[in-house]
């Protein structure tokens, strides 16, 4: 299936599209030979979701008519353009001197961060002043430093519906998914903004998109199904997509360490993967509003 025109790549490092690649669209977790993980006191297959999909492996780098296609204009909001490109070397510098990208848990990470206390506060102003400048006037906030085990296929998940005192390997991974609350309807996601994620890690790692909006989901859904005796909503509006339109091409992103991307993740079906890598995955995260 052809790449339709909707959301867009806006790319700002230094390869430009030679980091970009796509492939001929999904197939269910259950149906793929999952990679093991194998680090630290971890040896175990990760565990998905019933209806969760991933991609398909048969990558390629985009041909002149699919970078046409999602490359970006001069329409760029917060709902419609995904952005990858380097920090500052100011801030590169800093995260070198946090001399955290061989350790191995995230509970290690943030106990090492705690004992630099002036570095913090001297990333913290620098922070501020790189998402100063991308804001456009309107508010952000930092939301975490997330840290995720290597060779994962895809990392992210919902451990609210673990039972107490879950240990890793029981946790299920969503798949391709959009980050939609209860707060928000199919056709409200493009109005909550973005996130800017930064790779604080020693290895690229993987951004996974489909290149539509939720708007435009929902109405070639409505060409398949009625999507009101299915009752499509924002919590399964992936799964039903998946189900239809399991041609449709996935869009890969390398992030290599210290780039960020900025991406409206309520509004578009994503995910991370740490797919081939053999040290932990680690990640500063900021909502906002952001364009570059």
Known sequence: MQLKKGIKLHSLASDGYDSVFINSGTIPADKLALEKVDFGDFNFTPLFRDNAYVPKKDWKCLNRIEIKAIQSNDERRDYNTIYIG????????????????????????????????????????EMQRFLLHIANGKPFHFHCIAANLPNLEMVACDVSKLPPNFTVPQKKYNGLHNDGTKFMS??????????????????????YFINLTLIQVINMLKQQINVKEHNVNVHNIAACFFKYFPDYPVIKLIQKPYQYYIAPTDNCFHDGSTLGNAALDINMVYFGSFKC
């Open 186 to 207: 199919i056709h409200s996601t493009y109005k909550y903004g973005n996130r800017i994620t930064i790779n604080l890690g020693k290895q690229s790692r993987i951004f």
């Open 86 to 125: 380097d920090t500052s070397d100011n801030l590169k510098g800093i995260f070198r001197r946090l001399e955290i990208e061989d350790l191995k848990s995230r509970q290690e990470v943030m106990s090492s961060i705690k004992e630099k206390p002036e570095l913090i506060k001297e990333l913290s102003r």
